[in-house]
């Protein structure tokens, strides 16, 4: 495989690469969905961020790639065998594409039949889930994914954990991951349960200025052109924002967010009319990563302001009455709440 495009390298898209940085600061904010125009550096931002972070520590000989540290979420063989200081090793953080196309087994894994015919042995073959555990699952397209396989994203998503039950094979395995889907919404509708699986939703353009074509033209011809000199010569931007991201995750669980903050997202989401709490849950989160990003102790008015469109743009129902787009309603929202 060769070299990946660098992260910084990305001209323009500052929302996209944004909410991706704070995805990968606090999986726990939920994953991020980018919809907009092809080409505009969707699968790109999340192979290059994943090629920014350093590799990580997984149980030596674990398929599901166990944190060593964390064997309380490990797989029932790690639990059972590892012991309380488990040989490690280092691996690159996954990043795993699943196919429009794929089938049940390909995702959640199934029955090793080469094993199973040639060795007489009944051993499980993990699937896409269990490759994506700890890192990123990427879905291109993620509108036009079959029914089935949405609902298989959407119990694992929430539960952390693939269970397979089948074929003879008991197999319960973490399937962790910070899921990153693009599409472009003219080409079909998302359903609505995956939807709000999602913590982030940004849009995407096709740069509309001179300059930034010009630029991003002028890199990528770069890059296909040299691509180790390329990442070469940007290797001292990366190590700065890999420096701020180890520093951000070590630091996020630190950052206050006091009642004033708490207050301010509330009202936010009360004058959207967003459903349910987790509008809220998920400004808090991607206001306290961005604010471990920026170094800063506590969350305030500038840090909410910034995550508020890509928290709650997705959350918003639709008004028949109002022909602006879903940013639109929340910027204005954000100006009335915040003036």
Same mark, same amino acid.
């Given at each position: 495989?060769?070299? /990946? $495009?660098? *992260?910084?390298?990305?001209?323009?898209?500052?929302?996209?690469?944004?909410?991706?940085?704070? #995805?990968?600061?606090?999986?726990?904010?939920?994953?991020?969905?980018?919809?907009?125009?092809?080409? /505009?550096?969707?699968? /790109? +931002?999340?192979?290059?961020?994943?090629?920014?972070?350093?590799?990580?520590? #997984?149980?030596?000989?674990?398929? $599901?790639?166990?944190?060593?540290?964390?064997?309380?979420?490990?797989?029932?063989?790690?639990?059972?065998?590892?012991?309380?200081?488990?040989?490690?090793? %280092?691996?690159?953080?996954?990043?795993?594409?699943?196919?429009?196309?794929?089938?049940?087994?390909?995702?959640?894994?199934?029955?090793?039949?080469?094993?199973?015919?040639?060795?007489?042995? %009944?051993? *499980?073959?993990?699937?896409?889930? +269990?490759?994506?555990?700890?890192? *990123?699952? $990427?879905?291109?397209?993620?509108?036009?994914?079959?029914?089935?396989?949405?609902?298989?994203?959407?119990?694992?998503?929430?539960?952390?954990?693939?269970?397979?039950?089948?074929?003879?094979?008991?197999?319960?395995?973490?399937?962790? *991951?910070?899921?990153?889907?693009?599409?472009?919404?003219?080409?079909?509708?998302?359903?609505?349960?995956?939807?709000?699986?999602?913590?982030?939703?940004?849009?995407?353009?096709?740069?509309?200025?001179?300059?930034?074509?010009?630029?991003?033209?002028?890199?990528?011809?770069?890059?296909?052109?040299?691509? +180790?000199?390329?990442?070469?010569?940007?290797?001292?931007?990366?190590?700065?924002?890999?420096?701020?991201?180890?520093? +951000?995750? @070590?630091?996020?669980?630190?950052?206050?967010?006091?009642?004033?903050?708490?207050? @301010?997202?509330?009202?936010?989401?009360?004058?959207?009319?967003?459903?349910?709490?987790?509008?809220?849950?998920?400004?808090?989160?991607?206001?306290?990563?961005?604010?471990?990003?920026?170094?800063?102790?506590?969350?305030?008015?500038?840090?909410?302001?910034?995550?508020?469109?890509?928290?709650?743009?997705?959350?918003?129902?639709?008004?028949?009455?109002?022909?602006?787009?879903?940013?639109?309603?929340?910027? @204005?929202?954000?100006?009335?709440?915040?003036?």
């Amino acid at each position: 495989m060769g070299p /990946t $495009y660098p *992260f910084v390298a990305l001209v323009a898209q500052d929302e996209m690469k944004l909410a991706i940085l704070i #995805a990968a600061i606090d999986p726990a904010v939920g994953g991020v969905l980018v919809l907009g125009d092809r080409g /505009t550096g969707k699968s /790109t +931002a999340v192979r290059g961020l994943a090629a920014l972070l350093p590799p990580m520590d #997984a149980v030596a000989g674990c398929p $599901y790639g166990c944190d060593p540290a964390r064997l309380g979420g490990a797989c029932a063989a790690c639990q059972a065998e590892a012991g309380p200081k488990p040989r490690r090793i %280092k691996r690159p953080v996954p990043v795993v594409d699943l196919p429009l196309g794929a089938t049940e087994d390909r995702v959640l894994g199934a029955l090793d039949l080469e094993r199973a015919l040639s060795q007489g042995v %009944k051993s *499980f073959e993990p699937g896409l889930l +269990a490759r994506a555990h700890r890192g *990123f699952l $990427y879905i291109d397209e993620v509108n036009l994914l079959d029914d089935h396989l949405v609902d298989l994203l959407i119990d694992v998503a929430a539960s952390g954990e693939n269970v397979i039950e089948r074929e003879g094979l008991s197999v319960r395995h973490p399937a962790r *991951f910070v899921l990153v889907g693009s599409g472009n919404p003219e080409e079909g509708e998302l359903r609505p349960q995956l939807l709000d699986r999602f913590g982030l939703a940004v849009e995407v353009r096709t740069p509309r200025e001179l300059p930034t074509r010009v630029e991003v033209i002028k890199r990528r011809d770069a890059f296909e052109r040299d691509p +180790a000199g390329f990442c070469a010569a940007w290797e001292p931007e990366a190590a700065k924002l890999r420096k701020r991201l180890l520093r +951000a995750r @070590r630091q996020v669980g630190e950052v206050q967010v006091d009642e004033a903050a708490l207050t @301010r997202a509330a009202q936010l989401c009360l004058a959207l009319g967003t459903d349910g709490l987790r509008g809220e849950l998920t400004l808090i989160r991607a206001a306290r990563a961005l604010a471990a990003l920026e170094g800063r102790a506590a969350v305030g008015d500038a840090e909410l302001r910034r995550v508020a469109a890509p928290a709650l743009r997705h959350r918003l129902r639709r008004d028949p009455l109002d022909d602006s787009d879903a940013g639109q309603r929340v910027e @204005r929202a954000v100006a009335e709440v915040f003036a």
